[in-house]
C-alpha cells in the first residue's frame, strides 16, 4: 500500500484525534439537541434563536459557495470541452439529491407523523391558504419549471436562495 502524502509531495497528512472531525462534531451536536430536547424542553425552546441564527447564516453561504465553486472549476478548466460534462453532472447532482430529499421527507413524514399528537381541529385551520398552495402545485409544469430555472434578476437569485438559479448564472457566467 502506498503511504498517502499532501499535494507538495511531502509527509502524509497528520490525522487528528477523532474528536476533531466535523462528522464526529455533528453527530455529537445532533444527540446533544436530542437529549436536551428530551430531558429539558424549557432550555431547548431557549435555545431556538442560536438554531434558527446558525440556519439563516448557512442558508446566507450557501448561493455564494456554490457560484463561486462552479465558476473557479470552470475557469480552471484546460479543456472546454468537458464543459458540458460538467454542467451536465452538476444538474444529474442537484435532481438526484433533490429527490433523495424528497424521498427522506416523505418517509419521515409518514414514519413519524410530525404534529400528530397536537390535537388541532381540521376545522380550524385557513383553508384558503391550503387552496393557495395545492393550486400553486396544480400549475407547475415541466414547461414552468424550466423558466423557473433562469432567474429574473441575478440579485434576486441569491437574495431569494434560489439554487438551481444560482447554478445556471454560475454556469452562463
Do not use: C
Amino acid at each position: 500500500m502506498i503511504p498517502q502524502t499532501n499535494a507538495a509531495g511531502g509527509a502524509p497528512p497528520r490525522q487528528g484525534p477523532w474528536y476533531t472531525h466535523l462528522y464526529v462534531q455533528v453527530l455529537v451536536a445532533i444527540v446533544a439537541g436530542a437529549l436536551i430536547g428530551h430531558f429539558w424542553p424549557k432550555f431547548g425552546a431557549d435555545l431556538k434563536p442560536l438554531g434558527d441564527a446558525f440556519i439563516k447564516l448557512v442558508k446566507m453561504v450557501i448561493a455564494p459557495v456554490i457560484f463561486l465553486t462552479v465558476v473557479t472549476g470552470i475557469a480552471g478548466m484546460r479543456d472546454l470541452g468537458r464543459f458540458g460534462r460538467v454542467a451536465l453532472k452538476a444538474f444529474a447532482y442537484f435532481l438526484t439529491f433533490s429527490t433523495l430529499a424528497l424521498i427522506v421527507g416523505l418517509i419521515v413524514a409518514n414514519v413519524v407523523q410530525p404534529g400528530s399528537g397536537m390535537n388541532v381541529d381540521p376545522a380550524s385551520l385557513h383553508s384558503d391558504k391550503i387552496a393557495d398552495y395545492a393550486a400553486k402545485a396544480h400549475e407547475t409544469t415541466i414547461v414552468g419549471f424550466l423558466l423557473h430555472i433562469i432567474p429574473a434578476t441575478v440579485a434576486g437569485a441569491f437574495a431569494e436562495g434560489e439554487i438551481l438559479q444560482v447554478l445556471f448564472f454560475s454556469v452562463t457566467f
